[in-house]
T-cell receptor, first 111, second 116 residues
Framework: QKEVEQNSGPLSVPEGAIASLNCTYS??????FFWYRQYSGKSPELIMS????GDKEDGRFTAQLNKASQYVSLLIRDSQPSDSATYLC???????????FGTGTRLKVLA | EAGVTQFPSHSVIEKGQTVTLRCDPI?????LYWYRRVMGKEIKFLLH????????ESGMPNNRFLAERTGGTYSTLKVQPAELEDSGVYFC??????????????FGQGTRLTVV
């Protein structure tokens, strides 16, 4: 059973700090990784995708991928209260193309 | 451009009744996925269509669930008869199909199903 693991949190950070969200996955051959943000009662919203080892930056968000360690992370710089949400890590199965989700990490940014 | 749309947004039905959920993917997206989130659990895969064909239905819980995608456009997910444990939020997602290339999936707003 291919798995994606996340710490459920909550992760509390003060406004303006860096929030660091982590995810590990079990399928060594996975190539595609995604971070979704989900506000309470809303649908998951894609915020980052990453396919190559290293860092990918988009505004205040940086995704980091280390395939050797089977680890993907999301950094949110200058965290704002509006960033408070559940962040879902998803890995696309290389064989079936389905997306496998972690349980999500609940982030609270304290004003 | 319209995103993924789902109907209804909420449904409350009695145990034993039938419910049909609908998903309209983003235009041009051949991949269509159904997922379900039960309270406190992760989003679980149900099945995957490529156009009108079922590519993977390994996540369907049992034969009370039937998904269709006639014509490769919108999809329906029917639960018949519904049981209490079927309660949850059903999400639909779609993505482009480009062989050998990475594509991103976009989600609908979900249907919250409550079986009482």
């Amino acid at each position: 059973q291919k798995e994606v693991e996340q710490n459920s949190g909550p992760l509390s950070v003060p406004e303006g700090a860096i929030a660091s969200l982590n995810c590990t996955y079990s399928d060594r051959v996975s190539q595609s990784f995604f971070w979704y943000r989900q506000y309470s009662g809303k649908s998951p919203e894609l915020i980052m995708s990453i396919y190559s080892n290293g860092d990918k930056e988009d505004g205040r968000f940086t995704a980091q991928l280390n395939k050797a360690s089977q680890y993907v992370s999301l950094l949110i710089r200058d965290s704002q209260p509006s960033d408070s949400a559940t962040y879902l890590c998803a890995v696309r199965d290389s064989g079936t193309y389905k997306y496998i989700f972690g349980t999500g990490t609940r982030l609270k940014v304290l004003a | 451009e319209a995103g993924v749309t789902q109907f209804p947004s909420h449904s409350v039905i009695e145990k034993g009744q039938t419910v049909t959920l609908r998903c309209d993917p983003i235009s041009g997206h051949d991949n269509l996925y159904w997922y379900r989130r039960v309270m406190g659990k992760e989003i679980k895969f149900l099945l995957h269509f490529v156009k009108e064909s079922k590519q993977d239905e390994s996540g369907m819980p049992n034969n009370r669930f039937l998904a269709e995608r006639t014509g490769g456009t919108y999809s329906t997910l029917k639960v018949q008869p519904a049981e209490l444990e079927d309660s949850g939020v059903y999400f639909c997602a779609s993505s482009q199909f480009r062989a050998g290339m990475n594509t991103e999936a976009f989600f609908g707003q979900g249907t919250r199903l409550t079986v009482v």
